[in-house]
């Protein structure tokens, strides 16, 4: 395994129009190939990340989810050393702001 700068566990908030949405992210490379998901901390819930992409300190990627509604969300951010903030986006709603941050850089490969 090849760690990258955003391998690890992450404390992510996306404000959205209904709220402040939480999120649990574990990220890891596997095999040369980053992976990640997405753990709602309120049941558990995982979501795989999909067309994941590291270029330089931008990370974008995709994920559906099912709560509090079905939608398909784009996330663009940018990461600084145990930080990151950037925009995620669904469909036609507006863009919500998002910021995490790591909470630990050990957790073991995603999806295990």
């Known amino acids: 395994m090849t760690d990258t700068p955003v391998d690890g566990t992450w404390d992510l ?5 209904i709220g402040k ?4 992210l574990i990220l890891a ?4 190939v980053l992976r990640g998901v997405a753990r709602d901390p309120r ?9 994941l992409e590291l270029d330089g300190n931008r990370l974008r990627w995709g994920q559906s ?3 509090p509604m079905r939608l398909d969300i784009t996330f663009d951010v ?3 050393g145990e930080h990151m903030t950037g925009r ?9 702001t998002v910021s995490g941050h790591r909470i630990a850089s050990d957790s073991p490969p995603a999806g295990e």
């Open 65 to 67: 989810i099912t709560k």
């Open 29 to 32: 490379a596997q095999d040369g």
């Open 13 to 17: 908030v996306v404000n959205t129009p």
């Open 78 to 80: 940018t990461v600084d």
């Open 21 to 24: 949405q939480q999120a649990l």
């Open 43 to 51: 049941d558990g819930q995982e979501y795989t990340l999909t067309d």
């Open 88 to 96: 995620a986006k669904a469909g036609r709603l507006p863009a919500a």
